[in-house]
């Protein structure tokens, strides 16, 4: 068994001894993850980008250039060893995924040549069934395995915890972990989520036992949980994530280096990766094992896709074809933005940004008059930026994807406290739980436990008054239909009285506030969340 040879391996390297003894294999791994659907080229904000300024080569990603890339880098490894991988959430982002649903997917990933993809949450948001036909359609092994399928039709023996490829000659076991979140951030239906280290140590002890001794982790669990399964199980050689969207390497704005180095219980440091999102970077790291199984060098960096990359012109022909029912939607102006209303998720996760204010204002104006007071919008449902200029309905479809609409209910000003404290609850994961706000406002201290987090909650008074909140009274909150219903972990608002979940689309009520407010919005903060040190 593997674990048996690490401390005589460690020792050996830590000696000088050159690995060149062994019979080393090394395997090129290139990976994505959070694609979200983002067949177009985007901004450095994560926006759409047209046509001019992708000319003007100021744009990234885009399926077209991802092709490009992804054939050029596999090429330069033809004769050796390469292994395309993505960690899931490829459903859901753009007006494409919206139009096509899953097709538009697998029709594309199965062109790419993917030899194994993860399941992300967001390949539940349309339900088991619509995964089920990106599943019938694809190509290539889709795999999750801490997740129980076998009560749901559409799911059931569809689909593999753990995988074995064969690659120059040697066997990789690649192991497909979802984050346990997914029952409340998607629609799964009766599909039972169960724990990621215990699921990933009995996996890859079975595949050890059956002599596979190089195991990755394809996952969608998040940077942070990552780093505590690496170093909680001794098995695992490399991991390979997604869901947190993390940008790891040395350029501005990463979150840790590529690859993060953690050190297992047995004293081997396992990497972790993760190439950002939208396919905006190509992540490509090259691991040697030697003939223990163990990993002796993990080298590589993501590769930022940029203008610089000529975008393959059969998959541009591709979404030409496409784009008749999207553009007629896209092309529809309704309004201007006169600054840029920002939308990132590095923001609206975790504090109040002009987007978040801009959509808790426009449902909590739309039902003002049925006696609503306070507004929700989780930042998970905020999937990107809009940049000033004219605003189109198809820069709102982008901004929300999620199909949702408007519901309302009724709950105690200490649920309200309570449905807070689990929006401030993960901040350090990235959560999309976190509460943008609308006639509210509150503080919160990272520094406290989850649960006791926030304070200082105050709801409109008399006037332009602020008090503080009653906790025994009664408030009728507007948010949209998923977080209503109890999604992003607010239970709360599923328990509460008289919920309504049909109203309008979103994307509708957007933009019949910004044509109430005279067509043309101005994006500001004005400190209705407050982040105590």
Same mark, same amino acid.
């Given at each position: 068994?593997?674990?048996?040879?690490?401390?005589?391996?460690?020792?050996?390297?830590?000696?000088?001894?050159?690995?060149?003894?062994?019979?080393?294999?090394?395997?090129?791994?290139?990976?994505?993850?959070?694609?979200?659907?983002?067949?177009?080229?985007?901004?450095?904000?994560?926006?759409?980008?047209?046509?001019?300024?992708?000319?003007?080569?100021?744009?990234?990603?885009?399926?077209? @250039?991802?092709?490009?890339?992804?054939?050029?880098?596999?090429?330069?490894?033809?004769?050796?060893?390469?292994?395309?991988?993505?960690?899931?959430?490829?459903?859901?982002?753009?007006?494409?995924?919206?139009?096509?649903?899953?097709?538009?997917?697998?029709?594309?990933?199965?062109?790419?040549?993917?030899?194994?993809?993860?399941?992300?949450?967001?390949?539940?948001?349309?339900?088991?069934?619509?995964?089920?036909?990106?599943?019938?359609?694809?190509?290539?092994?889709?795999?999750?395995?801490?997740?129980?399928?076998?009560?749901?039709?559409?799911?059931?023996?569809?689909?593999?915890?753990?995988?074995?490829?064969?690659?120059?000659?040697?066997?990789?076991?690649?192991? #497909?972990?979802?984050?346990?979140?997914?029952?409340?951030?998607?629609?799964?239906?009766?599909?039972?989520?169960?724990?990621?280290?215990?699921?990933?140590?009995?996996?890859?002890?079975?595949?050890?036992?059956?002599?596979?001794?190089?195991?990755?982790?394809?996952?969608?669990?998040?940077?942070?949980?990552?780093?505590?399964?690496?170093?909680?199980?001794?098995?695992?050689?490399?991991?390979?994530?997604?869901?947190?969207?993390?940008?790891?390497?040395?350029?501005?704005?990463?979150?840790?280096?590529?690859?993060?180095?953690?050190?297992?219980?047995?004293?081997?440091?396992?990497?972790?990766?993760?190439?950002?999102?939208?396919?905006?970077?190509?992540?490509?790291?090259?691991?040697?094992?030697?003939?223990?199984?163990?990993?002796?060098?993990?080298?590589?960096?993501?590769?930022?896709?940029?203008?610089?990359?000529?975008?393959?012109?059969?998959?541009?022909?591709?979404?030409?074809?496409?784009?008749?029912?999207?553009?007629?939607?896209?092309?529809?102006?309704?309004?201007?933005?006169?600054?840029?209303?920002? #939308?990132?998720?590095?923001?609206?996760?975790?504090?109040?940004?002009?987007?978040?204010?801009?959509?808790?204002?426009?449902?909590?104006?739309?039902?003002?008059?049925?006696?609503?007071?306070?507004?929700?919008?989780? #930042?998970?449902?905020? @999937?990107?930026?809009?940049?000033?200029?004219?605003?189109?309905?198809?820069?709102?479809?982008?901004?929300?994807?999620?199909?949702?609409?408007?519901?309302?209910?009724?709950?105690?000003?200490?649920?309200?406290?309570?449905?807070?404290?689990?929006?401030?609850?993960?901040?350090?994961?990235?959560?999309? @739980?976190?509460?943008?706000?609308?006639?509210?406002?509150?503080?919160?201290?990272?520094?406290?436990?989850?649960?006791?987090?926030?304070?200082?909650?105050?709801?409109?008074?008399?006037?332009?008054?602020?008090?503080?909140?009653?906790?025994?009274?009664?408030?009728?909150?507007?948010?949209?239909?998923?977080?209503?219903?109890?999604?992003?972990?607010?239970?709360?608002?599923?328990?509460?009285?008289?919920?309504?979940?049909?109203?309008?689309?979103?994307?509708?009520?957007?933009?019949?506030?910004?044509?109430?407010?005279?067509?043309?919005?101005?994006?500001?903060?004005?400190?209705?969340?407050?982040?105590?040190?």
């Amino acid at each position: 068994m593997k674990k048996l040879l690490l401390g005589a391996t460690a020792l050996t390297l830590c000696a000088g001894f050159s690995s060149a003894a062994y019979a080393d294999f090394t395997l090129n791994i290139l990976h994505i993850n959070d694609f979200h659907s983002r067949f177009d080229p985007i901004t450095g904000t994560d926006s759409n980008c047209d046509a001019e300024t992708d000319a003007a080569g100021e744009c990234f990603g885009g399926i077209a @250039r991802l092709k490009t890339i992804i054939d050029d880098t596999r090429a330069k490894y033809e004769g050796g060893n390469s292994i395309l991988l993505s960690a899931g959430d490829n459903f859901q982002g753009s007006l494409y995924y919206t139009t096509y649903k899953s097709k538009v997917v697998s029709d594309f990933f199965n062109q790419m040549g993917f030899d194994v993809v993860a399941t992300g949450n967001h390949e539940f948001d349309d339900g088991p069934e619509e995964f089920m036909r990106f599943i019938e359609a694809a190509e290539f092994p889709i795999i999750g395995g801490n997740f129980d399928v076998t009560r749901d039709p559409n799911l059931a023996g569809k689909i593999k915890g753990s995988i074995v490829v064969e690659i120059g000659g040697e066997k990789i076991g690649i192991i #497909g972990a979802t984050t346990e979140d997914t029952p409340e951030i998607a629609s799964t239906a009766d599909i039972e989520f169960h724990d990621v280290i215990q699921y990933v140590r009995g996996a890859s002890e079975a595949l050890d036992a059956a002599g596979v001794n190089k195991i990755i982790l394809l996952s969608h669990i998040g940077y942070t949980v990552d780093l505590e399964v690496a170093a909680a199980l001794p098995l695992v050689d490399v991991i390979v994530g997604g869901h947190s969207h993390s940008l790891l390497g040395s350029m501005e704005g990463a979150v840790g280096p590529y690859p993060t180095m953690v050190t297992n219980p047995d004293g081997i440091e396992v990497p972790v990766v993760q190439a950002n999102q939208y396919g905006k970077y190509l992540g490509d790291i090259a691991i040697t094992w030697d003939d223990n199984g163990v990993v002796t060098k993990a080298e590589g960096e993501p590769f930022l896709i940029d203008a610089s990359v000529t975008a393959n012109a059969d998959f541009a022909d591709q979404l030409q074809t496409l784009l008749g029912p999207i553009e007629e939607l896209t092309s529809t102006v309704i309004g201007t933005a006169t600054d840029k209303i920002e #939308g990132a998720r590095e923001v609206c996760r975790v504090e109040e940004c002009s987007m978040g204010n801009l959509l808790a204002d426009a449902i909590l104006d739309r039902v003002a008059d049925q006696g609503a007071t306070i507004a929700f919008q989780n #930042g998970g449902g905020i @999937r990107a930026s809009i940049d000033a200029g004219e605003i189109t309905i198809g820069d709102v479809l982008t901004v929300l994807p999620f199909s949702n609409t408007l519901a309302t209910v009724q709950i105690s000003g200490a649920d309200v406290i309570e449905a807070l404290e689990n929006g401030v609850s993960d901040i350090e994961n990235g959560a999309g @739980r976190f509460a943008q706000v609308a006639g509210l406002k509150y503080s919160y201290t990272l520094s406290e436990p989850a649960g006791s987090r926030v304070s200082d909650v105050l709801v409109k008074g008399e006037g332009d008054s602020w008090v503080p909140i009653d906790e025994e009274a009664t408030y009728t909150i507007v948010t949209n239909n998923y977080v209503r219903g109890g999604g992003d972990g607010y239970g709360t608002f599923a328990e509460g009285d008289n919920p309504y979940d049909f109203g309008p689309p979103l994307e509708q009520v957007v933009a019949e506030y910004i044509a109430k407010l005279g067509g043309e919005y101005t994006p500001y903060t004005d400190g209705r969340i407050t982040i105590l040190e």
